[in-house]
C-alpha cells in the first residue's frame, strides 16, 4: 500500500524522534505486529540532523528498531560520510550501528572496518573496530578523533597502530599510547612499539617522524669484520625559522640537522652532526659535519699493514658551503658582479679516519682539501683570491698562502672578429711531504730493487708518491735527475707569476670548412724556490689551428623498433687540430708543484685548458680525427643512437715519450634503447716502439626481460711506462625472482694476478609496502680478507623505518 508517497510523515506507531522521508512508491504495513516494510529509495532523519538513506528498510515497532539494508548511507550533522551494507537504528539507546564493509569519510580521513556505532543525540562515534587511512598510511585505533589545531586539520588516536601495508593482515605495525597525524607533515608517536606481525622488536618513548625522507628516525643494523657489529642510527630535524609566539610552531625551518650516534662492538661508540642549508640546492655544498669517535681498537687495520701513531681520539670537522655577497653597499660600487666567499675545510684526527669511518668518501677523496676563496664573476671575468691551508700534516698537500688569478672568458676583442681569453695569477706556493709517508719514503729509497718489502711498502703511499719513487727507482745511480725528483717528494715550493693570452679568429671558408687559427702568447716569473733551483724567467710562444667538416647522408626511413631507430641519419666529421708550444724549459732540478699526474689518457692541446703550468713544456703535435654519427628520432627530438671519434697525433716534438705517432685512440658510445647501452674506449700503439702501451675500457648495461638487469666492464692496461699492468673486470646483476623476491650480486677480478678483489651479494624480500634485505661482501685487500654484512629495512611509503641500504667494504 502507498502511503503519502514523496513526503515527510510520521506513520502510525514510528518513533517521533525518527522522521521519514519516503521517495519509493511500495510499502507495506502491519498495524497489529507493528511491522513497516519499505522498498525503493528511503531516508530516515533525526531531528538533529543525522540522516540514513537505503533502498529497503523494515520497522519494528515491538523492538524500536529500524533494519536497513541495500547500500546504506549516514550522513552525520558534522559532514561525516558513512557507507554500509547494514544499519540497525535503536530508537530506545538513540544509537546507529553499521555493519558490513563500513567506510567512513570525514575530510582527507578514510576509516573501514566491519562495525560502527554511532549514537546520534551525543554526535559520538565509536569506531574501536576500524582502520582509517590517511595517506600513505593505514590506521588502526581503539578511539580516533579529528581535530581542528591552529586551522590545520589533525587526526589523533589513542592506543592507535599505523602501518602502509595495505592487505588484510599487514606484516608490521608501528603502534604507541597516542598517534598524531599531522597531513602532509608529520607523525607524532608517544610510547612507541614496532611490530613485525604481532611480535615487538623495538621500542621509543617518543618520535616525531617527518614525512621528508632526509628527516626522521634512520638505522643501518650490520657487521664489517674492521667494526664488529654496528648499529648506524641517525635522527634529522629541521632548526631555525620563526616561531609562531600563539601557537609555538615553527615556520620557514631552513636549516637541516642529521644526528648521528652509532654503536661499533669492536670501535666503541661514535656521535656527531650534520648542519646543511636545506635552501641551497647545490650537490657540492655539504654544509657542516662533525663526528667523534672513542676508538676501543685504533689499531685495527683493513689492509693488514701495521699503524703506528694513531689514538684512541678519532674525528672529523667538516665544513663545505658557498655564502653568496650581495650586500647593498656592494651593489651600489659593483653593479654587475656577483661575489661570493667559498669554505672548504676537512679536519681529521689521523691518516688512517676516512678509511676506518667513511669508507665512501676515503674511495673518491683520500686527502681532501682545505681552501677559503673569495670570487668575483662577471659575463667576463672570473676574479679569485684563494687560500689553501694545510691543518692534515699527515698526508702531501700544498698551500696557497693565497693565489690571486683572474681569468678572462672568450670573447670578441674591441668589437673585432678576433676573440680573446687568458688568465693572470699571482701564487706563493709550499708543498710539503706527508708525515705518515715520510718514513715510508725514506725506506723505500734504501731498499734494494729485488727486496720483498718494497710492493709492501709501495702500496701504502698515495698515487703520486707511488709513482715518483717508482721513477726515482728506475734510474741509475748519479743521474743528473734524482736531486729534483727527491726534492719533489720532500718540500717543493716557490712564488710565482703567471700570465697567459690567446687570440683566435674563427671563420667558415666555402661554407664547407671551418676553420679557427689561434696564437698565445705567456710569462712566467719563478723566485724564491726551494732548493738548488735558482729565481727564473719563462716566455710561453703558442701557434694552433683547428680546422673541421662536416657531411651528412639522410639514410632514408630506417624503421625497427626492437633496436630503437626511427630514420637514419650519419654525420661524419673529419676535424684537424696542430698545437705548438715553445717555451722555456724549468731546470730539472726545479721543485715543480702545479704538474701533470700520470694518466692513459692524451694530453689537452688548448694551452688554456692546461692547468699543469710547471709541467708546461716544447710539444709540436698534430692531431688527426673523424667524428662519426648515426642519429635517429625519439621523443619528437634527434637522438644520438651510436657515435664514435677516432683520433691519433703526430709528434713533431713529443713532451712526454719521443714517439712519432701516438695510440690510435676510439671512443665509442651507443644507446640504441633505454634497456641497453655501452662504452668502449680503446688505444693501441701503431707503431713498435718502447713508448707504446695498450688500454681498452669497455662497459655495456643490459636488461633482457623487466626482471632481469646487469652490466659488465673490462679495463685492460699493457705495457704502460709507469702504470703497473692491469687487467679487471666487474660485474655486476639483479634478478627479480619474482613478486616477492630478488637477488643481486657484485664482483671484481683482477685477471693479471687471478685475485677476486671484492664480491657482494645481496638478497630482497618485498613485503608489499616494506622491503627487507640482507648483504655480505667480501674484499681481498692483498693482505688481508675483509668481511662485511647489512640488514636494510625500507619502508616504501613511510620513511620513519627507511634504511638506505648501502653494501660497502670499501
Same mark, same amino acid.
Given at each position: 500500500?502507498?502511503?503519502?508517497?514523496?513526503?515527510?510523515?510520521?506513520?502510525?506507531?514510528?518513533?517521533?524522534?525518527?522522521?521519514?522521508?519516503?521517495?519509493?512508491?511500495?510499502?507495506?504495513?502491519?498495524?497489529?505486529?507493528?511491522?513497516?516494510?519499505?522498498?525503493?529509495?528511503?531516508?530516515?532523519?533525526?531531528?538533529?540532523?543525522?540522516?540514513?538513506?537505503?533502498?529497503?528498510?523494515?520497522?519494528?515497532?515491538?523492538?524500536?528498531?529500524?533494519?536497513?539494508?541495500?547500500?546504506?548511507?549516514?550522513?552525520?550533522?558534522?559532514?561525516?560520510?558513512?557507507?554500509?551494507?547494514?544499519?540497525?537504528?535503536?530508537?530506545?539507546?538513540?544509537?546507529?550501528?553499521?555493519?558490513?564493509?563500513?567506510?567512513?569519510?570525514?575530510?582527507?580521513?578514510? %576509516?573501514?572496518?566491519?562495525?560502527?556505532?554511532?549514537?546520534?543525540?551525543?554526535?559520538?562515534?565509536?569506531?574501536?573496530?576500524?582502520?582509517?587511512?590517511?595517506?600513505?598510511?593505514?590506521?588502526?585505533?581503539?578511539?580516533?578523533?579529528?581535530?581542528?589545531?591552529?586551522?590545520?586539520?589533525?587526526?589523533?588516536?589513542?592506543?592507535?597502530?599505523?602501518?602502509?601495508? $595495505?592487505?588484510?593482515?599487514?606484516?608490521?605495525?608501528?603502534?604507541?599510547?597516542?598517534?598524531?597525524?599531522?597531513?602532509?607533515?608529520?607523525?607524532?608517536?608517544?610510547?612507541?612499539?614496532?611490530?613485525?606481525?604481532?611480535?615487538?622488536?623495538?621500542?621509543?618513548?617518543?618520535?616525531?617522524?617527518?614525512?621528508?625522507?632526509?628527516?626522521?628516525?634512520?638505522?643501518?643494523?650490520?657487521?664489517?669484520?674492521?667494526?664488529?657489529?654496528?648499529?648506524?642510527?641517525?635522527?634529522?630535524?629541521?632548526?631555525?625559522?620563526?616561531?609562531?609566539?600563539?601557537?609555538?610552531?615553527?615556520?620557514?625551518?631552513?636549516?637541516?640537522?642529521?644526528?648521528?650516534?652509532?654503536?661499533?662492538?669492536?670501535?666503541?661508540?661514535?656521535?656527531?652532526?650534520?648542519?646543511?642549508?636545506?635552501?641551497?640546492?647545490?650537490?657540492?655544498?655539504?654544509?657542516?659535519?662533525?663526528?667523534?669517535?672513542?676508538?676501543?681498537? !685504533?689499531?685495527?687495520?683493513?689492509?693488514?699493514?701495521?699503524?703506528?701513531?694513531?689514538?684512541?681520539?678519532?674525528?672529523?670537522?667538516?665544513?663545505?658551503?658557498?655564502?653568496?655577497?650581495?650586500?647593498?653597499?656592494?651593489?651600489?660600487?659593483?653593479? $654587475?658582479?656577483?661575489?661570493?666567499?667559498?669554505?672548504?675545510?676537512?679536519?681529521?684526527?689521523?691518516?688512517?679516519?676516512?678509511?676506518?669511518?667513511?669508507?665512501?668518501?676515503?674511495? @673518491?677523496?683520500?686527502?681532501?682539501?682545505?681552501?677559503?676563496?673569495?670570487?668575483?664573476?662577471?659575463?667576463?671575468?672570473?676574479?679569485?683570491?684563494?687560500?689553501?691551508?694545510?691543518?692534515?700534516?699527515?698526508?702531501?698537500?700544498?698551500?696557497?698562502? !693565497?693565489?690571486?688569478?683572474?681569468?678572462?672568458?672568450?670573447?670578441?676583442?674591441?668589437?673585432?672578429?678576433?676573440?680573446?681569453?687568458?688568465?693572470?695569477?699571482?701564487?706563493?706556493?709550499?708543498?710539503?711531504?706527508?708525515?705518515?709517508?715520510?718514513?715510508?719514503?725514506?725506506?723505500?729509497?734504501?731498499?734494494? @730493487?729485488?727486496?720483498?718489502?718494497?710492493?709492501?711498502?709501495?702500496? %701504502?703511499?698515495?698515487?703520486?708518491?707511488?709513482?715518483?719513487?717508482?721513477?726515482?727507482?728506475?734510474?741509475?745511480?748519479?743521474?743528473?735527475?734524482?736531486?729534483?725528483?727527491?726534492?719533489?717528494?720532500?718540500?717543493?715550493?716557490?712564488?710565482?707569476? &703567471?700570465?697567459?693570452?690567446?687570440?683566435?679568429?674563427?671563420?667558415?671558408?666555402?661554407?664547407?670548412?671551418?676553420? @679557427?687559427?689561434?696564437?698565445?702568447?705567456?710569462?712566467?716569473?719563478?723566485?724564491?724556490?726551494?732548493?738548488?733551483?735558482?729565481?727564473?724567467?719563462?716566455?710561453?710562444?703558442?701557434?694552433?689551428?683547428?680546422?673541421?667538416?662536416?657531411?651528412?647522408?639522410?639514410?632514408?626511413?630506417?624503421?625497427?623498433?626492437?633496436?630503437?631507430?626511427?630514420?637514419?641519419? &650519419?654525420?661524419?666529421?673529419?676535424?684537424?687540430?696542430?698545437?705548438?708550444?715553445?717555451?722555456? $724549459?724549468?731546470?730539472?732540478?726545479?721543485?715543480?708543484?702545479?704538474?701533470?699526474?700520470?694518466?692513459?689518457?692524451? %694530453?689537452?692541446?688548448?694551452?688554456?685548458?692546461?692547468?699543469?703550468?710547471?709541467?708546461?713544456?716544447?710539444?709540436?703535435?698534430?692531431?688527426?680525427?673523424?667524428?662519426?654519427?648515426?642519429?635517429?628520432?625519439?621523443?619528437?627530438?634527434?637522438?644520438?643512437?651510436?657515435?664514435?671519434?677516432?683520433?691519433?697525433?703526430?709528434?713533431?716534438?713529443?713532451?712526454?715519450?719521443?714517439?712519432?705517432?701516438?695510440?690510435?685512440?676510439?671512443?665509442?658510445?651507443?644507446?640504441?634503447?633505454?634497456?641497453?647501452?655501452?662504452?668502449?674506449?680503446?688505444?693501441?700503439?701503431?707503431?713498435?716502439?718502447?713508448?707504446?702501451?695498450?688500454?681498452?675500457?669497455?662497459?655495456?648495461?643490459?636488461?633482457?626481460?623487466?626482471?632481469?638487469?646487469?652490466?659488465?666492464?673490462?679495463?685492460?692496461?699493457?705495457?704502460?711506462?709507469?702504470?703497473?699492468?692491469? %687487467?679487471?673486470?666487474?660485474?655486476?646483476?639483479?634478478?627479480?625472482?619474482?613478486?616477492?623476491?630478488?637477488?643481486?650480486?657484485?664482483?671484481?677480478?683482477?685477471?693479471?694476478?687471478?685475485?677476486?678483489?671484492?664480491?657482494?651479494? @645481496?638478497?630482497?624480500?618485498?613485503?608489499?609496502?616494506?622491503?627487507?634485505?640482507?648483504?655480505?661482501?667480501?674484499?681481498?685487500?692483498?693482505?688481508?680478507?675483509?668481511?662485511?654484512?647489512?640488514?636494510?629495512?625500507?619502508?616504501?611509503?613511510? !620513511?620513519?623505518?627507511?634504511?638506505?641500504?648501502?653494501?660497502?667494504?670499501?
Amino acid at each position: 500500500m502507498d502511503l503519502f508517497p514523496g513526503a515527510t510523515n510520521q506513520l502510525p506507531g514510528t518513533p517521533k524522534n525518527l522522521k521519514i522521508v519516503r521517495t519509493g512508491n511500495t510499502n507495506t504495513f502491519d498495524l497489529v505486529e507493528q511491522v513497516y516494510n519499505f522498498s525503493g529509495p528511503f531516508e530516515v532523519e533525526t531531528d538533529n540532523g543525522m540522516k540514513l538513506r537505503s533502498s529497503k528498510a523494515v520497522w519494528k515497532g515491538k523492538e524500536n528498531k529500524f533494519y536497513i539494508d541495500g547500500d546504506v548511507k549516514m550522513t552525520t550533522k558534522q559532514g561525516t560520510e558513512v557507507f554500509a551494507d547494514h544499519a540497525v537504528a535503536d530508537t530506545q539507546t538513540e544509537s546507529v550501528t553499521l555493519t558490513g564493509n563500513v567506510s567512513v569519510y570525514r575530510g582527507n580521513l578514510l %576509516q573501514r572496518g566491519d562495525e560502527l556505532v554511532f549514537f546520534w543525540k551525543e554526535e559520538k562515534m565509536d569506531a574501536s573496530g576500524l582502520r582509517a587511512g590517511v595517506d600513505p598510511f593505514l590506521l588502526e585505533a581503539g578511539r580516533f578523533s579529528v581535530e581542528d589545531r591552529d586551522g590545520k586539520q589533525v587526526y589523533v588516536g589513542h592506543d592507535a597502530g599505523v602501518t602502509t601495508h $595495505d592487505v588484510e593482515e599487514p606484516g608490521f605495525w608501528l603502534r604507541a599510547k597516542e598517534t598524531t597525524i599531522y597531513p602532509d607533515d608529520k607523525v607524532v608517536f608517544k610510547n612507541l612499539r614496532l611490530y613485525a606481525g604481532e611480535t615487538p622488536i623495538f621500542w621509543l618513548p617518543y618520535l616525531s617522524q617527518p614525512l621528508d625522507g632526509d628527516l626522521g628516525y634512520h638505522f643501518v643494523p650490520g657487521a664489517r669484520s674492521n667494526w664488529g657489529v654496528f648499529l648506524l642510527n641517525s635522527y634529522g630535524i629541521m632548526l631555525g625559522g620563526n616561531p609562531d609566539p600563539k601557537t609555538g610552531e615553527t615556520d620557514n625551518e631552513w636549516l637541516l640537522s642529521r644526528w648521528h650516534f652509532d654503536m661499533r662492538s669492536r670501535r666503541g661508540v661514535g656521535a656527531g652532526v650534520d648542519l646543511l642549508d636545506s635552501k641551497e640546492h647545490n650537490p657540492n655544498l655539504t654544509g657542516l659535519s662533525i663526528y667523534y669517535a672513542n676508538d676501543m681498537n !685504533p689499531d685495527i687495520s683493513r689492509t693488514g699493514l701495521p699503524r703506528t701513531d694513531v689514538g684512541d681520539d678519532r674525528y672529523r670537522f667538516a665544513f663545505q658551503q658557498s655564502f653568496p655577497l650581495d650586500f647593498k653597499e656592494l651593489k651600489k660600487v659593483d653593479k $654587475d658582479g656577483e661575489w661570493r666567499l667559498d669554505a672548504n675545510l676537512n679536519i681529521l684526527s689521523d691518516n688512517y679516519y676516512l678509511e676506518d669511518f667513511e669508507p665512501e668518501i676515503f674511495r @673518491t677523496d683520500p686527502s681532501p682539501d682545505n681552501t677559503i676563496g673569495l670570487y668575483r664573476r662577471d659575463d667576463g671575468t672570473l676574479f679569485s683570491a684563494l687560500a689553501r691551508i694545510r691543518p692534515n700534516e699527515f698526508y702531501r698537500s700544498d698551500t696557497r698562502a !693565497p693565489e690571486v688569478a683572474l681569468d678572462f672568458a672568450r670573447r670578441p676583442l674591441f668589437d673585432l672578429p678576433i676573440l680573446h681569453e687568458g688568465s693572470i695569477s699571482l701564487s706563493f706556493i709550499e708543498e710539503e711531504i706527508g708525515s705518515a709517508t715520510a718514513s715510508t719514503i725514506h725506506s723505500l729509497l734504501r731498499l734494494p @730493487t729485488n727486496d720483498p718489502l718494497v710492493p709492501v711498502l709501495l702500496s %701504502q703511499l698515495p698515487t703520486y708518491e707511488r709513482q715518483l719513487i717508482q721513477q726515482i727507482r728506475s734510474l741509475p745511480p748519479g743521474s743528473p735527475l734524482l736531486p729534483g725528483l727527491i726534492n719533489q717528494l720532500d718540500s717543493p715550493g716557490y712564488n710565482r707569476f &703567471h700570465t697567459y693570452h690567446e687570440f683566435s679568429m674563427p671563420a667558415n671558408i666555402g661554407g664547407w670548412l671551418s676553420l @679557427t687559427p689561434e696564437l698565445g702568447i705567456g710569462y712566467s716569473r719563478y723566485w724564491d724556490a726551494d732548493g738548488p733551483s735558482d729565481s727564473m724567467d719563462r716566455i710561453h710562444l703558442t701557434a694552433g689551428a683547428e680546422a673541421s667538416m662536416k657531411f651528412s647522408k639522410d639514410l632514408g626511413v630506417v624503421q625497427n623498433r626492437s633496436i630503437g631507430l626511427d630514420g637514419l641519419l &650519419h654525420v661524419i666529421q673529419p676535424y684537424a687540430r696542430f698545437s705548438y708550444v715553445s717555451t722555456d $724549459d724549468l731546470d730539472p732540478l726545479f721543485p715543480a708543484v702545479d704538474r701533470e699526474t700520470f694518466s692513459t689518457r692524451p %694530453q689537452p692541446l688548448s694551452v688554456p685548458s692546461f692547468t699543469a703550468i710547471d709541467s708546461l713544456r716544447d710539444w709540436n703535435i698534430f692531431r688527426f680525427g673523424v667524428r662519426n654519427k648515426l642519429i635517429t628520432k625519439r621523443d619528437g627530438q634527434s637522438f644520438d643512437w651510436l657515435s664514435m671519434d677516432t683520433y691519433i697525433d703526430a709528434f713533431i716534438t713529443d713532451p712526454d715519450y719521443d714517439r712519432n705517432l701516438s695510440n690510435l685512440y676510439n671512443d665509442l658510445r651507443w644507446n640504441p634503447l633505454p634497456w641497453f647501452g655501452m662504452t668502449l674506449e680503446t688505444q693501441f700503439p701503431v707503431i713498435d716502439d718502447d713508448a707504446g702501451f695498450s688500454e681498452v675500457a669497455a662497459r655495456a648495461r643490459f636488461m633482457p626481460t623487466e626482471n632481469l638487469e646487469f652490466s659488465i666492464g673490462h679495463r685492460l692496461l699493457d705495457n704502460h711506462p709507469v702504470l703497473p699492468d692491469s %687487467q679487471r673486470v666487474d660485474f655486476r646483476a639483479f634478478a627479480r625472482l619474482n613478486d616477492k623476491w630478488g637477488v643481486g650480486f657484485f664482483q671484481l677480478w683482477e685477471l693479471d694476478s687471478g685475485t677476486l678483489e671484492v664480491q657482494q651479494y @645481496t638478497i630482497h624480500r618485498d613485503f608489499n609496502s616494506w622491503v627487507a634485505s640482507m648483504g655480505i661482501t667480501q674484499r681481498d685487500n692483498q693482505f688481508k680478507d675483509e668481511f662485511g654484512v647489512i640488514f636494510s629495512v625500507t619502508l616504501k611509503e613511510f !620513511p620513519s623505518g627507511s634504511v638506505p641500504f648501502r653494501l660497502d667494504a670499501q
